[in-house]
């Protein structure tokens, strides 16, 4: 991996006018922001559709792109939308938060008026763009459609059992009877392609990659579960026998139930690991380096009986390792995949990383934490180059929320040493400190760079209904910032372009 930088901010997190941050003129200008703050990655989080809870990671599509960031500036100038429509929308009054019912409760019908004027405008690309994508859009028009059919009730609680099942007659039925709200599914997933590939055109062109986050497992009230139920580890009625989550440890004593079905490893490697080769090549489409949520889970994984309310009586489960590992690095050698290797450190799992000679992740945090019993491990004078530093990653605190709510014995060893001064403040020294590192690619979030608290975390972890909101607002990615960031990264040789 060549010496470089990049930084962490979610689309969501882009300034609008309208809720949320899409792919339009903003996400071209932080584009224009890296460039000339010397860095050569925008890492993002997911970006497909959110459904209950906000998160990006439970989504019900892995292939399918979030409707909220179309940009409507741009269907205006398509004329696909009047801006006197757009204007009279009431958007809110916070432009550092997004407001995720107030999205779903006005975007689509300007969505749907977007499409009943385009759909037959652009019969021809549209068509284009259902065949290249045929392999998942038609399931997901189709569940989508049918969920909202049914109040937008989970799949599993859908009340025509044939329906539920995918009997071949009832999928028929229903794509006859909701033929108008498959189609606007479609259009819209068309509008969301459209708008993405100008912006990684952009990006390309300006010599910023794309950094995807691929979460290792789908949400269950997903269209990838409900159209592959062979695929994961279900029972006769598609429901599931046990289901993903991590044991106990020093900070969740009865450890994390995350719910998600699990993945039956012995169908998919009979058929080739078809269904992940098609999950990483719709990937591929979007990102120029894909970080793997959760990695060791390819070596073994937790798994909780299903009905549980805490993971505790989980067990463990072996993987399928190398097998798929090395599968989807002979089928995609031009993507860069970066291996989430945090959490349960075992000989294992460290094998499985050197096997693949996949990059793992170092965070700065936990190098100081003294709870963890392998924070030495993320001090930079025990990296390697073939590794990613952050200061932290999403699901952790702000370098100045960790500051003002860690040990202060912690803060006094990180200061220490990382050499951390008055004059350069406590945020800009752990950057520094992940600059002069000797991990290939360096990564801070756009918070830790404004030396943002609390107020703009991205996630905590075992939470719900205040994540996922923190937004940039105008004006904050200023040329001065990124003067001093393209300062640093040229000091310690990370200008890669």
Same mark, same amino acid.
Request: proline residues 6%; hydrophobic residues 40%.
């Given at each position: ?230 695929? !994961?580890?279900? %029972? ?12 106990? %440890? ?175 403040? !406590? ?71």
């Amino acid at each position: 991996m060549k010496r470089s930088s990049g930084i962490i901010l979610p689309v969501y997190a882009l300034p609008s006018p309208y809720g949320v941050g899409s792919l339009g003129q903003a996400a071209l200008d932080f584009v224009d922001f890296l460039v000339d703050a010397g860095q050569a990655w925008w890492q993002m989080l997911p970006v497909g559709p959110t459904s209950y809870g906000d998160s990006p990671y439970q989504s019900p599509s892995t292939f399918a792109g979030n409707p909220y960031f179309i940009d409507l500036d741009a269907l205006v100038a398509d004329g696909l939308l009047e801006q006197a429509e757009v204007d009279a929308v009431d958007w809110g009054d916070d432009p550092a938060c997004v407001d995720y019912s107030g999205l779903f409760e006005k975007r689509p019908a300007l969505l749907r008026r977007a499409y009943e004027r385009g759909w037959k405008r652009d019969g021809a690309s549209v068509e284009a763009f259902r065949a290249k994508n045929a392999s998942w859009l038609e399931d997901y028009a189709l569940f989508m459609a049918v969920k909202r059919y049914f109040g937008m009730a989970t799949w599993t609680e859908w009340p025509d059992e044939a329906i539920r099942l995918r009997e071949p007659s009832a999928i028929t039925r229903y794509r006859d009877l909701l033929a108008d709200e498959v189609h606007y599914n479609v259009y819209v997933q068309f509008l969301f392609f459209k708008q993405w590939e100008r912006l990684h055109d952009y990006a390309r062109d300006k010599g910023v990659g794309l950094m995807g986050d691929m979460p290792i497992y789908v949400a269950l009230d997903s269209a990838d579960v409900w159209a592959n139920p062979a695929q !994961f580890m279900l %029972d006769e009625r598609n429901m599931p026998t046990e289901v993903a989550g991590v044991p106990p %440890d020093a900070f969740t004593a009865d450890g994390q139930l995350w719910g998600n079905p699990l993945y039956d490893y012995q169908a998919m490697e009979a058929d080739g690991f078809g269904w992940w080769i098609r999950r990483v090549s719709g990937a591929a489409q979007l990102f120029d380096m894909l970080r793997i949520d959760h990695f060791r889970g390819f070596e073994s994984f937790w798994a909780v009986p299903a009905g549980d309310e805490t993971a505790h009586n989980g067990r463990w489960v072996k993987g399928p390792g190398m097998k798929l590992v090395g599968t989807l690095q002979d089928r995609f050698p031009q993507l860069r995949l970066v291996a989430e290797d945090l959490g349960y450190a075992t000989p294992e799992v460290a094998a499985l990383l050197a096997d693949s000679g996949l990059p793992g992740m170092k965070v700065l945090e936990f190098a100081f934490d003294s709870r963890d019993a392998n924070g030495p491990a993320h001090r930079p004078h025990n990296y390697t180059a073939n590794c990613l530093c952050y200061v932290g990653t999403h699901d952790n605190a702000t370098i100045m929320q960790w500051h003002d709510e860690a040990d202060p014995a912690d803060v006094q060893q990180a200061t220490q040493y990382l050499g951390i001064h008055d004059p350069e403040g !406590f945020a800009w020294g752990f950057i520094r400190g992940g600059m002069a590192s000797v991990a290939g690619l360096f990564v801070a979030q756009m918070q830790d760079y404004l030396e943002l608290g609390a107020e703009a975390r991205t996630n905590t972890p075992g939470t719900s209904g205040n994540n996922w909101r923190w937004r940039m607002t105008a004006g904050q990615a200023t040329p001065e910032l990124a003067s001093r960031i393209a300062t640093m990264t040229k000091l310690y040789g990370r200008n890669a372009r």
